[in-house]
Each structure stands twice: as structure tokens, then as C-alpha cells.
């Protein structure tokens, strides 16, 4: 019974992460505004992520933070900055029903992970969820529900592991 109590506990101790919701076709331009692409450095282009479409992300989101959204998140420009704005403003992962491919393949790149889920509608801004990267398990502990995303494949988990294809590269060539 101790051990069982013991579990529960160390469930509900676990730190759940807060969700920024999204709609469809969310473009890199909403992302990150094109007058600051001449900043390279993640944690400066965060200080703008969404500044012109949501004023109140980047002052008021947190690391571990998750965002979801519906179809064809990162649609527009093929630029590294907006999964790089995202990154640095510390963004656990995005969670989408689906992904413009070239930004899909950019936060992989950069080490930011990228779940599909067609349940994303059932996830409201707040909620607080955890997500495990490996099953595609979704759990909503504002809910008490769980869903199934599509898990990354293991290549693709250890390149966003390795914190993006560079340090992916560099792990392999050791």
C-alpha cells in the first residue's frame, strides 16, 4: 500500500508543462516578424516570438511551455529564425495536427521537438499537459485525458536529442 501511495505521489509531482493554443496556418512571418531576421541569436528572436499576432507570448511564456495548434503550423519563408525564435524562448515542443514540412525539418535541425496529434482540438490554452516523446503519449492533467501522437521516428529523436544535426553529427563521428 506504501509503495502505491509512493507512486501516486511521485506522479503528481511531476512537472506538466502549460499550453499556448493555436489555430491553423500559423506562418513563420506570425512567428517571428521579418524586420528582426537580422537577429541570429535564439534567445534575442524569443523577446519577439508572436509580437505581432500575440503580444503576451513572449513576456509571459516559460520554459518547458508547449504550444498546440491545428493544420499547417510554420507555413510560409523556409528561415531557420522562427523555429529558432521558439527555441529560445525555452518551448519544450510544438504540437500540431500537422507541419509545413520546411519548418518541420528546421526545428528538428535546430533540437526542437515536433509531434503530430489530430486531438489537438481537445487541448485548450492552460491546460497543463506531459508528453512523452517516445510513445507520442500525450497525458492532459487539466483533463485527465490522453492522447496519441505520432512518436518521432529514433533517428529523428536522436538528432533532437543531440540538440539539433550538429551535435547529432558530432556524436557520430566520436
Keep these: 500500500m506504501k509503495q502505491k501511495h509512493a507512486q ?6 511531476k512537472p506538466s508543462s ?4 493555436f489555430g491553423n496556418d ?3 512571418d506570425a512567428i517571428i516578424p521579418g524586420k528582426y531576421l537580422t537577429i541570429n541569436k535564439p534567445e534575442e528572436l ?3 516570438a508572436f509580437e505581432g499576432v500575440r503580444p503576451e507570448f513572449s513576456p509571459g511564456v516559460k520554459e518547458g511551455d508547449i504550444i498546440v495548434a491545428g493544420f499547417n503550423f510554420g507555413c510560409g519563408s523556409s528561415r531557420e529564425h522562427a523555429p529558432l525564435a521558439l527555441k529560445g524562448a525555452k518551448v519544450k515542443c510544438i504540437i500540431a495536427k500537422s507541419f509545413a514540412r ?7 535541425n535546430i533540437g526542437l521537438p515536433l509531434l503530430e496529434c489530430p486531438d489537438t482540438d481537445k487541448i485548450e490554452e492552460g491546460d497543463h499537459i506531459e508528453v512523452d516523446f517516445v510513445s507520442g503519449i500525450i497525458n492532459n492533467a487539466t483533463k485527465n485525458q490522453a492522447y496519441n501522437a505520432t512518436p518521432l521516428p529514433d533517428f529523428v529523436r536522436g538528432i533532437v536529442d543531440a540538440g539539433g544535426l550538429i551535435g547529432y553529427a558530432r556524436k557520430m563521428v566520436q
Excluded: G
Design 46 to 48: 524569443a523577446r519577439h
Design 8 to 13: 501516486n505521489m511521485a506522479q503528481e509531482l
Design 102 to 108: 520546411i519548418f518541420f525539418r528546421n526545428a528538428i
Design 18 to 21: 502549460n499550453v499556448w493554443k
Design 26 to 28: 500559423i506562418d513563420t
